[in-house]
């Protein structure tokens, strides 16, 4: 997979939703016939995948809300691993 | 982070990966609700898991009830939720089931044979929150026939998956495989291609209710298995990431059992038309599990108190080999109903293992298919089709002597 790009915007896959899941304590991604239970950090980047905001957005917003800087490498790791797995598009 | 695999008619539910309650810990939600809306269907198949007596079972629940069953086990934390059957479109307030769903939150799934899905129930189902729509292709060899020579069904399935699309759903079509229609496989997948799908779910028929009494004439060669799975491996090779293959294997074919519902009780919660509520939808044929009816008991109760859904959870109940092997928090001695079907005893482990002392059972039962398939080629006999006016107790053991 070629190199996700600042500008580009991630958007939930076709069919899928995200949603935070109380009983479970954690966002869940629902899909045909399966879910799956995300983890903090899994669930802090996805919810911010609306296809508005970019990938450049993205970043600078959590390094915002956890107080942490050089985030970008981790994040595109985890929506190139998202994408391969079809959960999330690019929306140019 | 776990997945859950496929559910769909003819396979066992979710299996696999979900953490299950560690023994002694309260179990977690009902994660997966499973509701079997009616048992009235137009098709027959040869191997439905609706249970064989269903004749005898009760009324079906009203549309009040079922928007009872779904607040309560939403409040519990359900969220997957599947409306099968028989055939759902059978019930005309299933839109009203769905609209109710959505607002709860649920992710809604439609197991359908898609006969009734017009384009205005669609359209319906649509604007009432309905996510997904599996499309099965049930039928026995006659639905297969038809389907692979391009007549009536197919015509009509064709059209139901052109709405499928119309109305942007993902294509999802489930094909049961057994003896008779397992060597197609390459053109069942080839018509799936046609119509546009996106996943398949080759899933090879489990023994239960129907199946089970038909197992002697379904249970493919293990060759069959073999030249399928190698047809399936280069169909996507070709097709890429464009089309998702699911190959369900039968388990008779492997040693070690399915993680059946991740362990009963723990994530799995099955509601029958007439409101009996099971922890895995073949689990009405166990034996003294007195399970608990949605009428007269809330969610909560059921889930967590009722003796029914507390019977298997832990290891507590299992016996040896099962109760000191290492592998008891992988599988959790695997199918309980298979274990009764073929040993008499829910208790035992399922003889899939081959470290079950009835697992010749099994192996005899695959020995028994391969000599049968060599002797016939083929030929469909002795099937006992799903019949509304014939209720068939459940037998235990090998049906092999009275098929
Ligand atoms: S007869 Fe076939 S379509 Fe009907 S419920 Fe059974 S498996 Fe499903
Ligand atoms: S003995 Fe029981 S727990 Fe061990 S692998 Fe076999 S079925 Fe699973």
Redesign the interface.
Known sequence: MSAIEAASKPVLG??L?L?W????DAH?L??????????GS?GAIMSRCDGVRSLGDIVADLELAYGATGLGPDVEAFVALAIGKRWLELRA | MSDLPPVGHGLAAPSAAFAAAAPGRTPGPPLWLLLELTYRCPLHCVFCYNPTEFANTGAELSTDDWLRVLREARALGAVQLGLSGGEPLARDDLESIVAEARALGFYINLITSGIGLSEARIGALKRAGLDHIQLSFQDSSREMNDFLSSTRTFELKAQVAALIRQYDYPMVLNVVLHRHNIDHVGEILAMAERMGAQYVELANTQYYGWAWLNREQLLPSRAQLERAEEVTRAFRARVGNRMQVYFVVPDYFEVRPKACMSGLGSVFLAVAPDGTAMPCHAARMLPGLALPNVRTSPVREIWYESTAFNRFRGQGWMKEPCASCPERDTDFGGCRCQAYLLTGDADNADPVCDLSPHHHLVSEAVARAERAVAASAGQVQKLKFRDHRISIPVVTGDPVAGA
């Open positions: 076709h069919g939703r949603q899941e109380p009983a479970q869940v629902l899909f045909p016939e399966g879910m799956v239970k995300l983890n899994a």
